[in-house]
């Protein structure tokens, strides 16, 4: 389990944590977990989310087993500064939807003594780093990976598998639209996937002849 830093007070800086991992892995639950520590501590704390991701809620941060906690939805990561001042604690979820100047907000906020913790893919559904989340877990002083159960094998499971065939690089869902896969279920699947389209071809071909 992950344990705060200990604060030593001589020191004005704070630091960055990245919570990173497939859909279904837990990323947001632990988000809230940390930040409502933060809150019985009586901490100044908030939190923000980028203004796309309505699936649960306009305002809050809800996990996928509906633990939630109220946020600021923010269109673009420039806003996070202005918002931030005089914080202690800031949380933002689902980072991969913000534009790379999130980085440096980031940075900005924890050298300015504000401990800052980021939730988001690390990888998107075509198993690539996702946006600014390489860059985020670089310049962070902790980052844990948690991971989804494989729903083909059982195995734990770090690639976020699209059900459907839409091919845009952002798209809001849940189990619906995306499955968590192992990297043996992910290859696979994704060797079926560019395997049906030419079955499909051939089969054309062939009542054509």
Same mark, same amino acid.
């Given at each position: 389990?992950?344990l705060?830093n200990?604060?030593?007070?001589?020191?004005?800086?704070?630091?960055?944590?990245?919570i990173?991992?497939?859909?279904?892995?837990g990323? =947001?639950?632990?988000?809230?977990?940390?930040?409502?520590?933060?809150?019985?501590?009586?901490?100044?704390v908030?939190?923000?989310?980028?203004?796309?991701?309505?699936?649960?809620?306009? $305002?809050?941060?809800?996990?996928?087993?509906?633990? $939630?906690?109220?946020?600021?939805?923010?269109?673009?990561?420039?806003?996070?500064?202005?918002?931030?001042?005089?914080?202690?604690?800031v949380?933002?979820?689902?980072?991969?939807?913000f534009?790379?100047?999130?980085?440096?907000?980031c940075n900005?906020?924890?050298?300015?003594?504000?401990?800052?913790?980021?939730?988001?893919?690390?990888?998107?559904?075509?198993?690539?780093?996702?946006?600014?989340?390489p860059?985020?877990?670089?310049?962070a002083?902790?980052?844990?990976?948690?991971?989804?159960?494989? =729903?083909?094998?059982?195995?734990?499971a770090n690639?976020?598998?699209?059900?459907?065939?839409?091919?845009?690089?952002?798209?809001?869902? $849940?189990?619906?639209?995306?499955?968590?896969?192992?990297?043996?279920?992910?290859? $696979?699947?994704?060797?079926?996937?560019?395997e049906e389209?030419e079955?499909?071809?051939?089969?054309?071909?062939?009542?054509?002849?």
């Amino acid at each position: 389990m992950f344990l705060e830093n200990t604060v030593n007070h001589k020191e004005q800086f704070g630091w960055i944590e990245v919570i990173c991992g497939s859909m279904f892995s837990g990323k =947001t639950e632990e988000l809230i977990r940390r930040l409502k520590r933060a809150q019985f501590a009586k901490q100044k704390v908030e939190i923000f989310k980028p203004s796309i991701d309505t699936r649960y809620d306009e $305002e809050m941060v809800v996990s996928h087993n509906k633990n $939630e906690i109220r946020s600021t939805p923010v269109p673009a990561a420039a806003n996070i500064a202005i918002l931030a001042q005089g914080c202690d604690v800031v949380g933002i979820d689902e980072a991969q939807f913000f534009d790379d100047e999130i980085v440096k907000i980031c940075n900005d906020l924890a050298n300015s003594g504000i401990r800052v913790i980021v939730a988001g893919l690390d990888m998107d559904f075509k198993g690539n780093p996702f946006g600014p989340m390489p860059a985020l877990m670089a310049t962070a002083e902790y980052v844990t990976k948690v991971h989804a159960v494989c =729903t083909r094998t059982g195995n734990l499971a770090n690639y976020s598998y699209r059900k459907t065939d839409n091919d845009n690089l952002v798209l809001l869902g $849940e189990t619906e639209e995306y499955e968590p896969l192992s990297r043996a279920a992910y290859y $696979e699947a994704m060797r079926k996937g560019q395997e049906e389209p030419e079955t499909a071809s051939a089969k054309t071909r062939k009542n054509l002849q």
